[in-house]
Antibody
Framework: EVQLLESGGGLVQPGGSLRLSCAAS????????MTWVRQAPGKGLEWVSV????????FYADSVKGRFTISRDNSKNTLYLQMNSLRAEDTALYYC????????????WGHGTLVTVSS | QSVLTQPPSASGTPGQRVTISCSGS????????VFWYQQLPGTAPKLLIY???QRPSGVPDRFSGSNSGTSASLAISGLRSEDEADYYC???????????FGGGTKLTVL
């Protein structure tokens, strides 16, 4: 059974940093692209970033480019999102999702971890 | 403003057929697969349709997807109360080099 467990969310002041983690199990992690998607309170889904299976290629939404960094450790079956220079508009539930190539989409999602940026 | 355009709301009565549209452009829907996600209240999104019209195992055949040019549609037949949810379309955009989502459609079963 595929399981994705996000952690690392919390309350942070504007300008601060957080690192999210997503522990994956139930599939061969190193064979799949992985994605972060966020959802602001009461709003729709917003794609954040994707990383290919080896970690050698990454893509970002314009809204986070230069501030967020996606990475993965295939030996630990874990996906990361380093978030710097956080802004109030980054407040959202952050989901980790399996997949991310244009032909596969995101077939499994975690339950999300909440990030609140506020002073 | 979302790159993919969906109606904000849709509704139907039990047993009816409803359709949700998703309008894009040649760089996303026109050249890449469309995916549909269902988000029940208070839960994470779930893959409903992949590669335009394929259903993952466990998704009832009441749900179907179709494409035409730069638009896509999700159809739900035999509407049931448990279908009340938010529905999102998504596709890769070759020009923006990002994934794009529709703004979501809230389906109400009357």
């Amino acid at each position: 059974e595929v399981q994705l467990l996000e952690s690392g969310g919390g309350l942070v002041q504007p300008g601060g940093s957080l690192r999210l983690s997503c522990a994956a199990s139930g599939f061969t992690f190193s064979s799949y692209a992985m994605t972060w998607v966020r959802q602001a309170p009461g709003k729709g889904l917003e794609w954040v970033s994707v990383i290919n299976n080896s970690g050698g290629r990454t893509f970002y939404a314009d809204s986070v480019k230069g501030r967020f960094t996606i990475s993965r450790d295939n030996s630990k079956n874990t996906l990361y999102l380093q978030m710097n220079s956080l802004r109030a508009e980054d407040t959202a539930l952050y989901y980790c999702a399996k997949g991310g190539y244009s032909s596969t989409g995101f077939d499994y999602w975690g339950h999300g971890t909440l990030v609140t940026v506020s002073s | 403003q979302s790159v993919l355009t969906q109606p904000p709301s849709a509704s139907g009565t039990p047993g009816q057929r409803v359709t949700i549209s998703c309008s894009g452009s040649s760089s996303n829907i026109g050249s890449n697969f469309v995916f549909w996600y269902q988000q029940l209240p208070g839960t994470a999104p779930k893959l409903l349709i992949y590669r335009n019209n394929q259903r993952p195992s466990g998704v009832p055949d009441r749900f179907s997807g179709s494409n035409s040019g730069t638009s896509a549609s999700l159809a739900i037949s035999g509407l049931r109360s448990e279908d009340e949810a938010d529905y999102y379309c998504a596709a890769w955009d070759d020009s923006l080099i990002v994934w794009v989502f529709g703004g979501g459609t809230k389906l109400t079963v009357l």
